[in-house]
């Protein structure tokens, strides 16, 4: 018996359907994955609003790589239907990266039911060898015409639906990434390369392989022979110094998506690559480890932890004009359908010798009413019932399955080192089950004490959000209190009525949303808001200007002002206060700006229902419309769910003195206007043609153009002007098509016309970056300005190579700079290593940089790279010159180690400074000056010496002083200045020691912060304590004891002792100077010894004995067999060998081997036997640091037997004896 397990489900009401042919959006993220996205391209500045509010949690550095992890609040307002993350509402946990996909008409690696075959594989990426000459009438060279849109269109066999089980997709999918500093998009464009949208130098590289789904088929879907398209396995995005940022790889680290209740003709499909490994340049290494959630049950029955999103859609019905057509109402029950996602959590993040560790747990959230589900469940749960697979009844109660379901939340983040727990941070929710999860407060713990630093965030009260799918939300998705759900939406009158019930409403505008934030020392920041008011929107032709309305209100909300109050210096608020208007002045009242005209352009309007008419392209001529309904509202212009629907010209920043910032942005109303489609199917009629896509100018937008400070008295104080242009605007896009047929419509299946509906258009990829900066000084009257110019000429790798300074004066200063690939150009590479940085997109670095002035060279500077241990492309030589004339001399010369650390460094050829590296090469352990490395290798025991001390993690504070101490004493380190460091690692400096041998030590709190400084005497200099608000702590409270013994010179020697005798050798006394240590006081000798016999003399007398140990066969069969055992000759201080003895000296001792052969023969009963041996001598020494040697895997004996006649048996022995001889310095042990 079968049982079906429905699953858990989020919602997606708020997002549009953006710039593409109208249809059901087919994929969607995790409410993780969505809210890290959201900064891909939410511009959060002044231009949208919305204010940047982060809290930051914790940076993991290991070396050159920083993960910073950081809770972000979205402010722009609380979307009812929007469900929350793992950290609770609007909040999203910045902790590594992730690349979120959105599918355009087909993923790219789409197989029809994942067929092989090579006329299932429709995907984009697969058709790139299709387009060649001849195919499509060369589909390639001609995209952009609309008789190849339409014989492309007729081609492909689409049939309407959500996941067409066949025809050809020319839509990229686009791919949307963001990591620490980073963030962009990128595109498979027609050629197979990886394109790029950033305005820094990235490369994407495909990791070439394909991964099965971890779910093979959906929920409901059982085909017999039919399976899932293997999914694109992972990206890995290098930056421009080479660091490399691995995303996905396997099924453990990607989401994926399924449509939840078209599950029986549906795939899953890869939403969200998440990053796995950073690696740095010099191999330095990050790991992020995730985990998906188990699936329970067997026989192919699975019931997932949670489902992400759901999002309301009324799935366009056509409406035809030949024929008739059995259309009935929908009610509200039809409105709801949904995407199962099987998420993925961050469970690690591991570095060298440190690990985060995040914890979660189940909520009791409130959750979705399953009620509003019956229509669409019962429409797939009911055929299932009468599966063809002759499976016999289903079981099924999807609303009691549902009503299981389980959602997760953050709990915990632990700090470990070595498995001792740093810090431990602990977040409290909000959580009961008639409420959203919301983040009440962040507590952090500090290592080993109850001492906590509290983060508490308060949020609007004044009204209570409604229920998940309650249909109260506006056109953007937030709360405006009026339910919308009602009469026939397919007709206009209905949807004029639908679409007045979405208007935004200020009353419900700031439910839920995010008011202050109280610090750990009780100090905190309050935000006001208000609702988005445009004065200009764009029509329905966006190659056009927007139009001027009055002040209109839009969804959502803006900053309106922020005030942080320090609790040291109540009275002195820092305040900040925002006016998104034109024409402002200081001297106005308040009623006076809010009069004057709102500086914010909507970007589109949105529209519920859209007609399309369309004319056959068969021979059999007829005309047909299809009115399409989504309570996704269809916006104009933009190709992700992410961007923002008001974007603010001219922003006012006002300071609590009535000075002020006057801000002015690129935007639709000043010249960034977006360009008209390539092409647009020739038989197509649009009524709404704006709701298709175009060609985006979104990348010009919400730059900064304009910023003027101003006086209280409206006086300018300096003004900047930035003026941008697109690089390579007119090459830097990806070809796309678009294009979906109708065939045989409802009632008129006897007919073979069909309607085809196609776009071509692009999607750009240049970057927007200043090219010149114009900056005027005024005087104290706000007048005379001094204005000074840079200019900026960019390569194709949106590199700066020209900075063209321009003075008050007038004169210019011109710097050139070159980087990789200009030095393989121009043939200055003749040893490959450009060519090689450049393979590894180390294209980011200066090479070399020349200033001129008046077209003469003022100054030239050259940074020659070389590839280090066959691993590193690090500098090795700075060599400068003035005018072009003098000489190219060179300054610094640098050397590496095995790691890419600089051990060696070379000032204009004669001063020297070296460095010694240990803490597995993260940290200098010593800095020498006046000293080659080479010099210092030796003095320390030479390079594998170095190497070996260079690995260790943990060394301990007397292992790193024991190893540096030849460097303070070694006969060729005497004019050296040696200065040496200790480390607690992932905290700070432990000590220092300065070239007198002084030391300072350093303590830190529980909470890693630097708490007190100690000189040599370990007498306190300064101590610093960190009060918190409503604890009442003293400072010795929040310190972090370091109990690590502190083994210092006494500048005395002692004999090293082994059993009570001498060994000839001798060690400084140390003496614990750490007061907090349990051995504080108490002596030791250094592990690092010398030979001095003469002061140390060696015993008369000691011990040798030889023992067996370790027997075992190694061969035995019908006739031979073989025992062998190992010999261990030992060293004791006394004759009943109790007291083991480790030499000084190499000592070298004498032993035997005797061979014995006896021969035995004869008859059963009637035995003879002969026998005869034979001597060896042999020496052996146990080298001086050793008590005993093993002589490894030696014959004890040997026996092969024979059989003659089956009567006359011989057998053959050969016994080995050992023995040891007596020898010079010791006695043979009885």
């Known amino acids: 018996m079968k049982k079906l397990f429905l699953i858990c489900m989020a919602l997606w009401l708020c997002g549009a359907a953006y710039g593409q042919i109208p249809k059901e959006p087919v994929n969607f993220q995790s409410p993780n994955a969505f809210q890290m996205a959201k900064y891909v391209d939410a511009s959060v500045n002044h231009f949208t609003g919305v204010p940047n509010i982060s809290v930051p949690l914790y940076t993991l550095q290991e070396k050159n790589i920083s993960v910073p992890l950081a809770l972000n609040y979205d402010a722009s307002g609380v979307r009812p239907d929007e469900h929350p993350g793992w950290v609770g509402m609007n909040f999203s946990l910045s902790a590594g990266g992730v690349i979120t996909r959105t599918v355009n008409n087909l993923p790219d690696e789409f197989q029809t039911w994942g067929e092989v075959a090579a006329n299932n594989k429709n995907g984009y990426y697969f058709l790139r060898a299709r387009l060649d000459p001849g195919d499509w009438n060369s589909l390639l060279n001609t995209w952009n015409q609309a008789t190849t849109l339409l014989t492309a269109a007729e081609a492909t066999l689409v049939e309407s639906g959500p996941l067409p089980r066949g025809g050809y997709d020319l839509a990229p999918d686009e791919f949307s990434f963001s990591f620490p500093g980073y963030s962009g998009k990128f595109y498979l464009n027609q050629a197979g390369q990886w394109q790029v949208k950033s305005d820094r130098p990235l490369k994407v590289v495909f990791d070439n392989t394909f991964l099965n789904v971890p779910m093979s088929t959906g929920m409901l879907h059982r085909l017999a022979g039919k399976k899932n398209f293997e999914s694109f396995s992972g990206f890995t995005i290098i930056t421009e110094d080479g660091t490399q940022y691995k995303f996905g790889g396997t099924t453990d680290a990607i989401e994926y998506s399924i449509g939840f209740t078209t599950q029986h003709q549906d795939h899953w499909i890869a939403n969200s690559w998440y990053l796995v490994k950073i690696t740095s340049p010099t191999g330095e290494e990050v790991?992020?480890?995730?985990?998906?959630?188990?699936?329970?049950?067997?026989?192919?029955?699975?019931?997932?932890?949670?489902?992400?999103?759901?999002?309301?859609?009324?799935?366009?019905?056509?409406?035809?004009?030949?024929?008739?057509?059995?259309?009935?109402?929908?009610?509200?029950?039809?409105?709801?359908?949904?995407?199962?996602?099987?998420?993925?959590?961050?469970?690690?993040?591991?570095?060298?010798?440190?690990?985060?560790?995040?914890?979660?747990?189940?909520?009791?959230?409130?959750?979705?009413?399953?009620?509003?589900?019956?229509?669409?469940?019962?429409?797939?749960?009911?055929?299932?019932?009468?599966?063809?697979?002759?499976?016999?009844?289903?079981?099924?109660?999807?609303?009691?399955?549902?009503?299981?379901?389980?959602?997760?939340?953050?709990?915990?983040?632990?700090?470990?080192?070595?498995?001792?727990?740093?810090?431990?941070?602990?977040?409290?929710?909000?959580?009961?089950?008639?409420?959203?999860?919301?983040?009440?407060?962040?507590?952090?713990?500090?290592?080993?004490?109850?001492?906590?630093?509290?983060?508490?965030?308060?949020?609007d009260e004044s009204q209570e959000l409604p229920p998940y799918l309650s249909g109260k939300t506006d056109h953007w998705g937030f709360f405006n209190g009026r339910t919308s759900f009602t009469g026939n939406l397919f007709n206009y009158s209905g949807a004029a009525n639908y679409y007045a019930d979405r208007q935004p409403d200020e009353q419900y505008l700031y439910a839920g949303i995010l008011t202050k934030i109280t610090y750990p020392t009780g100090g905190y920041t309050q935000f006001t808001y208000e609702p988005h008011y445009y004065g200009k929107k764009m029509t329905s032709k966006r190659s056009l200007a927007p139009v001027a309305v009055s002040n209109t209100m839009a969804g959502g909300l803006r900053v309106k002002k922020?005030?942080?109050?320090?609790?040291?210096?109540?009275?002195?608020?820092?305040?900040?206060?925002?006016?998104?208007?034109?024409?402002?002045?200081?001297?106005?009242?308040?009623?006076?700006?809010?009069?004057?005209?709102?500086?914010?352009?909507?970007?589109?309007?949105?529209?519920?229902?859209?007609?399309?008419?369309?004319?056959?392209?068969?021979?059999?001529?007829?005309?047909?419309?299809?009115?399409?309904?989504?309570?996704?509202?269809?916006?104009?212009?933009?190709?992700?769910?992410?961007?923002?629907?008001?974007?603010?010209?001219?922003?006012?920043?006002?300071?609590?003195?009535?000075?002020?910032?006057?801000?002015?942005?690129?935007?639709?109303?000043?010249?960034?206007?977006?360009?008209?489609?390539?092409?647009?199917?020739?038989?197509?009629?649009?009524?709404?043609?704006?709701?298709?896509?175009?060609?985006?100018?979104?990348?010009?937008?919400?730059?900064?153009?304009?910023?003027?400070?101003?006086?209280?008295?409206?006086?300018?104080?300096?003004?900047?002007?930035?003026?941008?242009?697109?690089?390579?605007?007119?090459?830097?896009?990806?070809?796309?098509?678009?294009?979906?047929?109708?065939?045989?419509?409802?009632?008129?299946?006897?007919?073979?016309?069909?309607?085809?509906?196609?776009?071509?258009?692009?999607?750009?990829?240049?970057?927007?970056?200043?090219v010149k900066q114009s900056t005027y000084l005024y005087n104290s009257l706000g007048q005379n300005p001094v204005k000074e110019v840079r200019e900026f000429t960019y390569n194709d790798e949106r590199l700066v190579i020209e900075d063209k300074f321009t003075d008050s004066k007038g004169e210019v200063i011109l710097k050139k700079i070159r980087y990789t690939k200009d030095m393989v150009s121009l043939n200055r590479d003749p040893n490959g290593v450009y060519d090689g940085m450049t393979g590894k997109n180390i294209i980011g670095l200066p090479i070399e940089e020349v200033q001129l002035k008046d077209n003469k060279q003022l100054s030239r500077g050259l940074t020659n790279y070389a590839n280090f241990h066959s691993s590193f492309y690090l500098p090795a030589t700075v060599q400068q010159q003035k005018e072009d004339t003098a000489p190219l001399e060179t300054r610094v010369q640098y050397d590496y180690d095995k790691k890419g650390n600089v051990v060696s460094q070379t000032l204009d050829g004669h001063t020297n400074t070296a460095y010694v590296w240990g803490y597995g090469g993260i940290f200098p352990i010593a800095k020498i000056n006046n000293a080659t490395y080479s010099t210092i290798e030796t003095a320390l025991g030479g390079e594998a010496a170095v190497s070996a001390f260079l690995d260790q993690l943990n060394p301990t504070i007397t292992e790193v002083n024991n190893f540096l101490a030849p460097l303070r004493t070694h006969q060729s380190l005497k004019s050296a200045q040696v200065n040496t460091y200790t480390?607690?690692?992932?905290?700070?400096?432990?000590?220092?020691?300065?070239?007198?041998?002084?030391?300072?030590?350093?303590?830190?709190?529980?909470?890693?912060?630097?708490?007190?400084?100690?000189?040599?005497?370990?007498?306190?200099?300064?101590?610093?304590?960190?009060?918190?608000?409503?604890?009442?702590?003293?400072?010795?409270?929040?310190?972090?004891?370091?109990?690590?013994?502190?083994?210092?010179?006494?500048?005395?020697?002692?004999?090293?002792?082994?059993?009570g005798l001498n060994t000839g050798l001798q060690a400084r006394v140390l003496k614990d100077a750490n007061p907090d240590s349990p051995t504080y006081g108490m002596t030791q000798l250094s592990s690092s010894t010398t030979l001095n016999t003469s002061g140390c003399p060696l015993p008369s007398v000691i011990y040798a004995k030889m023992t067996y140990i370790n027997e075992r066969t190694v061969h035995e069969d019908y006739d031979f067999l073989e025992v062998n055992h190992d010999i261990k000759i030992s060293l004791f201080a006394d004759a009943a060998c109790t007291l083991p003895y480790t030499t000084g000296v190499n000592r070298t001792l004498n032993y035997k081997i005797i061979k014995v052969y006896i021969h035995d023969f004869g008859y059963e009963g009637d035995w003879d036997s002969t026998s005869s041996e034979t001597t060896t001598n042999h020496t052996i020494t146990i080298l001086a640091g050793n008590n005993s040697i093993i002589i490894p895997n030696v014959t004890f004996y040997q026996i092969e037997s024979t059989t003659s006649d089956g009567v006359f048996h011989e057998q053959f022995t050969t016994n080995y004896v050992y023995e040891l001889l007596t020898g010079s310095g010791y006695i043979i042990a009885q």
């Open 983 to 1059: 480390y607690r690692p992932y905290i700070g400096v432990r000590s220092q020691r300065d070239a007198r041998g002084v030391a300072t030590y350093y303590e830190y709190d529980v909470f890693q912060r630097l708490y007190g400084i100690r000189d040599h005497n370990r007498d306190f200099v300064r101590t610093i304590c960190y009060n918190y608000a409503n604890q009442n702590v003293t400072c010795t409270q929040t310190r972090d004891i370091d109990v690590m013994p502190d083994l210092e010179d006494t500048g005395l020697y002692e004999c090293v002792k082994s059993g």
């Open 287 to 459: 790991d992020f480890i995730y985990e998906a959630p188990k699936t329970l049950g067997g026989d192919g029955d699975n019931i997932y932890e949670y489902i992400s999103q759901l999002y309301v859609s009324i799935n366009f019905e056509p409406i035809f004009t030949v024929g008739t057509c059995d259309l009935r109402t929908p009610t509200s029950d039809d409105l709801f359908s949904g995407k199962l996602i099987r998420p993925v959590y961050l469970s690690k993040i591991k570095g060298k010798n440190i690990e985060l560790k995040f914890s979660r747990s189940t909520t009791t959230e409130l959750r979705y009413d399953y009620t509003k589900f019956n229509y669409n469940l019962n429409y797939v749960f009911s055929p299932w019932k009468n599966n063809t697979e002759g499976a016999g009844d289903v079981e099924y109660q999807p609303y009691s399955s549902y009503a299981g379901l389980k959602w997760k939340k953050l709990d915990q983040i632990t700090v470990e080192q070595n498995g001792v727990t740093l810090r431990t941070i602990s977040f409290q929710y909000d959580n009961s089950a008639n409420e959203r999860l919301r983040l009440k407060s962040v507590r952090e713990k500090g290592k080993s004490t109850n001492i906590e630093q509290v983060y508490a965030f308060d949020y």
């Open 562 to 770: 922020i005030v942080n109050i320090d609790p040291d210096r109540p009275t002195e608020a820092i305040e900040k206060e925002y006016f998104y208007v034109s024409g402002y002045n200081s001297q106005l009242t308040a009623s006076q700006i809010n009069a004057l005209p709102s500086s914010g352009v909507l970007s589109g309007q949105p529209k519920y229902l859209i007609a399309l008419s369309y004319t056959s392209t068969s021979s059999t001529y007829a005309s047909a419309q299809r009115s399409s309904f989504s309570s996704q509202a269809f916006m104009p212009n933009s190709s992700n769910s992410y961007g923002t629907h008001v974007g603010y010209t001219q922003v006012i920043e006002k300071n609590k003195d009535n000075s002020y910032t006057k801000l002015t942005y690129s935007n639709f109303d000043n010249g960034r206007l977006d360009g008209d489609a390539e092409s647009v199917l020739v038989n197509l009629q649009l009524t709404d043609l704006e709701y298709l896509p175009n060609n985006s100018a979104k990348e010009k937008r919400g730059k900064l153009i304009e910023q003027e400070e101003m006086t209280a008295s409206n006086l300018s104080v300096k003004k900047t002007v930035t003026d941008y242009a697109a690089l390579n605007e007119s090459t830097a896009f990806v070809k796309a098509m678009d294009f979906k047929r109708e065939k045989k419509p409802c009632g008129q299946e006897g007919y073979t016309w069909f309607y085809v509906e196609g776009i071509s258009y692009r999607l750009n990829t240049y970057s927007y970056l200043p």
